[in-house]
């Protein structure tokens, strides 16, 4: 049940942090000699430690899942 529950936190976290970022890149695009704004890269940022941390932990538990055989 608390699987079920952090699976939809990261997925609904996940999603809301995308939409933040192509609502801020679209409303202030990066221009060719500047980087992108601080705002953007922290949630940039804050995306990809969402999606990674939670993928490399499910995968690693589905490796340990498949080395334990019965």
């Known amino acids: ?10 997925g609904t976290t996940a999603v809301g942090l995308f939409v933040i970022g192509k ?5 202030n695009p990066p221009r060719p000699s500047r ?7 922290q949630v940039e940022r804050a ?3 969402t999606l990674l ?6 995968i690693a ?3 340990l899942a498949l080395s334990a055989r019965p």
Do not use: E, G, S, T
Request: hydrophobic share 75%; aromatic share 14%.
């Open 35 to 41: 980087p992108n704004p601080p705002l953007l890269r």
């Open 23 to 27: 609502l801020l890149a679209f409303v």
């Open 61 to 63: 538990l589905l490796i």
């Open 53 to 58: 941390v939670p993928l490399a932990i499910a």
């Open 47 to 49: 995306l990809r430690w």
């Open 1 to 10: 049940m608390v699987f079920k529950w952090m699976l939809i936190v990261f």
